[in-house]
């Protein structure tokens, strides 16, 4: 096993269905730009009200004091995402901040008001991601149990991180909405996907996989309810999503990405997310959709 290696902790899949499916309820909702704006106005002054250490870099940290190992770790695995995708797509350049708060801040800032504490989530107002600083908080807040591993050590609901910067890289950095709620969450994802296969460090991550089922299962009912399936639907629908992006990638990779990337740029053909998905995947694409009728 590689040092890098040694730095992973693998956790039961578990553990990522229920973080995914409480955290990424709050990151793309059908009011997004309204509800973030709203949250950007409440806790910004708060946050400039707080005392915050920083760690400089590429993608600078702003920390709650004692957690520099911690703020480390997490700017590692953000930088090395955003490096990568850097070199896939030449003239990229992500500029954003993470926000790394204990507990007693994430309270004295009011993030409890819109999630439960560490889970992570971005705010396009205030350009910011948020993650827990405290992993032993955030374990037993999720799980029930104090999280013991070392704070060098990257679990999978860091990893969530990677989805919210999905988010970031399309909607932000390239500009692009697909025009259908399921297609964004579904490339957040695949985004997330393709760097944790790539990486060394990362690959052995598992995904997060769709529960039993449950009430709502077309993409009908996605695009028409949203977060408002309720939060274990909602989950369930991020796991299949999970699951279609794992099916594509040994046989597309980096392929798909920047063939919506450039369906979506300016001049591009801008067909609609299945049809393309079709046409790059066709069986894995069908046999999918007969799934989610």
Same mark, same amino acid.
């Given at each position: ?205 598992? /995904?997060? #996989? ?8 077309? +993409? $009908?009912? @996605?695009?028409?309810? =949203?977060?408002?399936? *309720? ?13 279609? /992006?794992? #099916? ?8 798909? +990405? $920047?063939? @919506?990337?450039?369906? =979506?740029?300016?001049? *591009? ?25």
């Amino acid at each position: 096993m590689t040092d890098k290696k040694q730095r992973v902790s693998i956790m039961k899949p578990i553990i990522i269905i229920t973080t995914f499916l409480l955290c990424a309820i709050y990151s793309f909702g059908q009011d997004y730009y309204k509800t973030e704006a709203e949250e950007a106005a409440k806790i910004g002054p708060l946050i400039d009200s707080c005392h915050w250490d920083t760690l400089p870099g590429r993608i600078p940290v702003l920390y709650s004091k004692n957690y520099k190992i911690r703020a480390k770790a997490i700017q590692s695995m953000i930088e090395d995402c955003a490096g990568f995708y850097e070199k896939k797509f030449p003239g990229t350049k992500f500029n954003f901040q993470i926000m790394l708060p204990d507990q007693r801040t994430w309270l004295a800032i009011r993030l409890d008001d819109f999630m439960p504490y560490g889970f992570p989530t971005y705010n396009w107002k205030l350009n910011k991601i948020f993650i827990g600083a405290d992993k032993q908080a955030v374990g037993k807040t999720l799980t029930g149990h104090n999280d013991e591993t070392p704070d060098s050590v990257i679990v999978p609901r860091d990893v969530i991180a990677l989805h919210e910067m999905g988010h970031i890289f399309l909607q932000t950095v390239k500009n692009i909405f697909t025009g259908k709620k399921w297609a964004d969450e579904f490339l957040a994802s695949y985004f997330k996907i393709c760097f944790t296969k790539e990486n060394e460090q990362y690959k052995d991550f598992p /995904g997060n #996989k769709a529960a039993q089922l449950p009430q709502y299962r077309t +993409l $009908k009912d @996605f695009e028409r309810l =949203y977060t408002s399936v *309720g939060v274990v639907n909602y989950g369930w629908y991020q796991g299949k999503f999970q699951e279609l /992006g794992m #099916k594509l990638y040994p046989k597309l990779k980096m392929k798909l +990405l $920047k063939k @919506f990337v450039d369906n =979506y740029s300016p001049g *591009g053909k801008r067909l609609p997310p299945l049809v393309l998905l079709k046409h790059l995947a066709p069986d894995i694409t069908n046999e999918w959709l007969k799934e989610m009728e």
